[in-house]
């Protein structure tokens, strides 16, 4: 072996290619100076992450289903991390509705006060929203079984799928902010879009990653029990926590009250 064989400056691996084929650090890895920081770590570096986070973003909008099952195929690089991506877009959302001091879409008023209901949803919602997407997933496993996906590719479809309806309700929220007299077109043409798109997304992205599956027929007939059977969870652990909140107000387990939907 020549003495000036080049070795990679992470882990001292002759190097062999571009990268190094023991770490992976690309070969070319020059002393930082003033132009290699502007004009590749800064500009470089901030066009790599944008390029794949807003091209993952169109992707799980446009063909999450066709694009989660490339991911689960391995062509991955080009892709951004759906689950870093879904904590970023929720936090922008949250910052948005804290911004523009929006009360949650789905307030539930239950004859009392629900201030800490509301508080304990808008401080806990990474983390039911992070718990819903393995919850999907066993739905999507145990319904969808001809796919043969194991669990965890089916949280790879289910990350897809909540980066799209995250981005659709930042854009939601954005719209939502537009003062008078634009409001109340918006209100009754763009918004009620969103809404649509919304509830057929999931419909839409299961729809592309399993239709070849299945028969219509049979296809929509599990489609319609992965909503009902996500629905059913979904208002179950609503009145659990319900529940236990006025448990620690009243002492009784039971709902008072009427319960609704407020937008």
Request: glycine share 6%; aromatic share 16%.
């Amino acid at each position: 072996m020549p003495a000036n064989q080049p070795k990679c400056l992470n882990c001292g691996n002759v190097l062999i290619g571009n990268f190094c084929n023991n770490c992976g650090q690309k070969a070319d890895t020059h002393r930082i100076t003033l132009k290699h920081f502007i004009t590749h770590d800064l500009i470089h570096g901030v066009w790599h992450v944008e390029k794949g986070l807003f091209f993952t973003i169109k992707e799980s909008l446009l063909r999450a289903g066709k694009a989660s099952m490339e991911y689960i195929e391995g062509k991955r690089i080009k892709y951004y991390n759906v689950f870093y991506l879904s904590l970023l877009l929720l936090g922008l959302n949250i910052f948005l509705i804290h911004y523009f001091q929006k009360t949650p879409e789905h307030n539930l008023e239950i004859g009392g006060d629900m201030t800490a209901v509301t508080e304990f949803f808008k401080s806990n919602i990474k983390i039911i929203i992070l718990l819903f997407i393995p919850v999907i997933s066993i739905n999507a496993y145990f319904i969808f079984r001809k796919s043969k996906l194991n669990i965890a590719e089916q949280m790879i479809i289910v990350g897809f799928l909540f980066c799209g309806m995250i981005f659709l309700s930042i854009l939601q929220n954005l719209l939502d902010a537009i003062p008078p007299p634009f409001e109340n077109f918006l209100d009754f043409s763009l918004i009620p879009i969103i809404d649509a798109v919304l509830l057929l997304l999931p419909a839409y992205t299961y729809y592309q990653a399993f239709s070849k599956k299945y028969s219509k027929v049979r296809f929509l007939v599990r489609l319609f029990f992965f909503y009902l059977l996500n629905f059913v969870i979904y208002l179950s652990i609503l009145f659990a926590i319900i529940i236990m909140f006025n448990y620690l107000h009243t002492g009784k387990m039971e709902l008072e009250g009427t319960f609704q939907f407020t937008n």
